[in-house]
């Protein structure tokens, strides 16, 4: 008898033999299951395993020449931009410095989180963040989509503020192009499926005048190779279906689904004493100014309004007494900036404010993706023509809100905070979506759809 089983006994019943052998074989089988030869290890090559849930489809990312990314952050230096040098602005993949001087205003296990992040920097965070996405592919012909990261608004900043050509300011878009025209995915699709983060508001890269010096910014958004291209931008033209606006890029970037739980209850729980305020600077050199007059405006309503002035104090070089400012009120006057739209207001609802608009072009058809569609749930809107006529409007329009009602628009801001945040490229959030994964996921449907709609089309 077969020795690997010794307890069984040489005479058995002829009754019991079927089952003996069964019994017997089942063994043997473990046995072997049990002692198989280990398959070997997949390498830990540069290869993704992608999850079940990239529905919509993967994106590839460019590795694009030193010259357009890489060299344009180490040249840091270079900024003319006539703040600073930008190199401290980048720093840590773009969120900037951890921020200091929080310990009586944030969670101390929460500090870690802030950084002070320059409204400008998406070109480098987003580039950090979707070289760990989870639906990213090296395979060119799994994606759906194909990312340039390319440092576009980088490249332009040291010629803003001092005399260029067009030549100068044009020099690394083009360069961008020629190269990414090369490319196999480009020439199958003629350019379609491919998208470019825009780290500044849209308006700097649409000089009119190909050969200007004279015009304000890069035309690179006028260029024919470009006109398939979707570009996400902190603020977006909305004339150009083109472009998606995304959230600027603010202090806070959580770790863990728990940190944003965790500021959320700190949002719910603060005891807030003034009414509404302003952080921002009047800008002397333009007539009839309307952030000078709500600037003057909230100074001689100091019973009820906060003011932070960004034209004697750097409010982004230590942004604690902006972010003090904003979670001490009910609500945050936010005027137009450079653009129709405002960093500030992203920071205001940071800190659980409630936003008060002047133009609809702050919040319609910006952020679609990110923010709720019926406006009035989270903001309020007076007209700045009305404010023109009679300042003090500003608080009658305010102090008619309930105590109920703030807490309410309060509420909905906290529960759709995480879509305007951005978290750490290895934090995890679970399934909380942040802004970085609803603007990478809208554009994958996007293109998804448009590839669905074509086969129906054919």
């Known amino acids: 008898m077969y020795t690997l089983f010794p307890s069984i006994k040489l ?4 009754q019991n033999c079927a089952f003996l052998t069964s019994t017997i074989l089942l063994n043997i089988l473990i046995f072997l299951f049990l002692n198989r030869p280990t398959p070997p290890r997949p390498l830990p090559s540069t ?15 460019y590795d694009l020449p030193p010259i357009l990314n890489k060299d344009l952050l180490q040249s840091c230096n270079n900024s003319a931009e006539f703040w600073s040098s930008r190199c401290n602005d980048l720093s840590n993949g773009g969120f900037g410095p951890h921020a200091t001087g929080l310990e009586h205003i944030v969670p101390q296990n929460l500090t870690p989180a802030w950084y002070w992040t320059d409204l400008y920097a998406g070109e480098v965070i987003y580039h950090k963040r979707i070289l760990n996405y989870k639906c990213r592919t090296l395979n060119q012909d799994q994606a759906t989509a194909f990312y340039i990261p390319f440092y576009v608004g980088l490249s332009i900043g040291k010629y803003l503020w001092l005399n260029h050509t067009a030549n100068d300011i044009d020099s690394h878009s083009l360069a961008m192009l020629k190269w990414v025209k090369n490319q196999d995915p480009w020439k199958k699709r003629n350019g379609s499926h491919h998208f470019i983060m ?3 508001l849209t308006w700097d890269f649409r000089r009119i005048t190909p050969d200007s010096d004279n015009e304000w910014g890069t035309s690179l958004l006028n260029m024919p190779l470009m006109k398939k291209v979707l570009r996400l931008t902190p603020e977006r033209n909305v004339w150009d279906e083109m472009e998606i606006s995304v959230p600027y890029p603010n202090p806070f970037h959580p770790r863990s689904v728990s940190d944003i739980h965790q500021w959320q209850s700190v949002l719910r729980s603060k005891n807030r004493s003034n009414l509404f305020c302003f952080v921002g600077g009047a800008r002397k050199y333009i007539k009839h100014d309307f952030r000078d007059l709500v600037l003057t405006y909230c100074k001689n309503e100091s019973d009820s309004c906060r003011v932070v002035d960004c034209s004697v104090f750097p409010c982004y070089e230590g942004a604690n007494a902006t972010i003090a400012t904003f979670l001490d009120s009910d609500f945050c006057l936010q005027p137009k900036g450079d653009g129709f739209t405002r960093r500030a207001t992203f920071d205001c609802m940071l800190a659980g404010a409630i936003p008060v608009f002047f133009w609809k072009g702050s919040f319609e058809n910006q952020y679609q993706w990110h923010l709720p569609t019926n406006s009035e749930s989270y903001s309020v809107f007076i007209d700045n023509k009305d404010v023109r006529n009679d300042s003090t409007i500003i608080r009658r329009v305010l102090e008619k809100y309930n105590r109920d009602e703030v807490k309410k628009m309060r509420e909905t801001i906290i529960d759709f905070m ?17 802004a970085f994964d609803i603007a990478i996921e809208g554009v994958l449907r996007k293109f998804k759809q448009q590839n669905e709609d074509a086969l129906k089309n054919n």
Do not use: H, M, W
């Open 198 to 200: 825009l780290g500044r």
């Open 11 to 14: 005479q058995i019943s002829s």
């Open 47 to 61: 290869q993704f395993e992608f999850p079940d849930d990239c529905e919509f489809g993967k994106v590839y990312v």
């Open 418 to 434: 995480p879509k305007f945040l951005i978290a750490t490229s290895d934090a995890n959030l679970g399934s909380t979506k942040d």
